[in-house]
């Protein structure tokens, strides 16, 4: 057994290869901390729906929408059509009034009674249900009097409400616009954070890389949700918008996967000498200057001392350049 593989590696020390092993400790400390990060996520998430305010309001009263006659005129045609109302009712009672004292002065004469009384109450009835009549009649010209001047002023206040409703849209729209921009900017900023990190973090071999893939779970958690929130919303992104978070993601990640590529490219040239393979095609080398698998040379003179150095170590074992 080689000496590397006989001794236990100190817990920072960097690991060979470009690969590097994590213990089931530093994973579960990984997902513990992509929850909190998420968590955060989500509330900044949610708190910048708050940036920019709707000013406007879908109902307004409609005093402050008409003008003072228009108020007028309409607020005069709703009492008339109520002093109908009530008019009616009396009628309705004055009848139900009549009916009954003419029975019973009805009946008072046909028995041979006294009906002094009674006919005084029914004829008292009589002129009650005259007078509601006439109330009714004044009620209806009334009625009829203000109703053009409270349509024109219905006219106008549906033109105003429909105003007043399409200012309120345009304004929500606007604020939920600006929130799904800021939201986008959260979110490429988290990916564009996290796959800069894991690329610094890769670059140096450093034992705190799962702190890295904490941070890119939760942003695409975060990108997860953000979809699922406008998908089907009821703004004009419920179409654009997951597709814009997935061009978005897409782009980022295939970012981070080429310069994953050209780091690892960067690095196999090294593994394979490491391994007394060919740095082109891994092919094993046998201390002959071309490789057997490719052909190509892996001995070459330095640039620096011109002595002979093998193709694809990152100093020269004569000079100690580059």
């Not at 003419?102 to 009674?118: N, Q």
């Not at 304004?171 to 954070?193: K, W, Y």
């Not at 690329?199 to 890389?209: A, E, F, G, N, V």
């Not at 890119?216 to 654009?240: K, Q």
């Amino acid at each position: 057994m080689s000496e590397s593989k006989s001794r236990p590696r100190p817990a920072n020390a960097r690991v060979g290869g470009g690969e590097i092993e994590t213990t089931g400790s530093e994973k579960l400390l990984a997902f513990v901390l992509a929850v909190f990060i998420a968590i955060g996520a989500i509330w900044a998430y949610e708190k910048l729906d708050e940036v920019a305010k709707v000013d406007s309001v879908a109902y307004v009263p409609d005093q402050k929408l008409l003008g003072p006659e228009e108020f007028a005129a309409l607020d005069e045609h709703r009492r008339a059509i109520r002093g109908i109302g009530q008019a009616r009712s009396d009628r309705r009672a004055a009848t139900r009034g009549l009916e009954l004292r003419r029975e019973a002065y009805r009946t008072a004469l046909d028995a041979g009674e006294p009906a002094g009384a009674l006919r005084v109450e029914y004829e008292a009835a009589q002129a009650r249900l005259a007078s509601t009549s006439k109330e009714v009649a004044a009620a209806t010209r009334l009625e009829k009097r203000t109703l053009p001047a409270a349509q024109e002023a219905k006219e106008r206040l549906a033109e105003l409400r429909g105003d007043a409703a399409e200012r309120a849209d345009d304004d929500r729209a606007h604020h939920d616009r600006i929130v799904f921009f800021l939201r986008l900017g959260l979110l490429v900023l988290m990916l564009g954070g996290a796959y800069r990190l894991l690329s610094r973090l890769r670059s140096r071999h450093s034992r705190y890389l799962p702190a890295a893939l904490a941070w890119i779970g939760a942003s695409a958690l975060l990108a997860a949700i953000m979809a699922i929130d406008y998908t089907g919303s009821y703004i004009e992104f419920d179409e654009i918008g997951p597709l814009a978070i997935s061009v978005v993601g897409i782009g980022l990640t295939l970012g981070a996967f080429v310069a994953l590529q050209r780091f690892l490219a960067k690095r196999v040239p090294a593994r394979r000498v490491r391994r007394h393979e060919c740095p082109f095609c891994g092919f094993p080398v046998r201390d002959k200057p071309h490789c057997e698998g490719c052909g190509r040379a892996v001995i070459a003179p330095c640039s620096s001392c011109q002595q002979d150095r093998r193709v694809g170590t990152p100093r020269c074992a004569c000079c100690g350049n580059a």
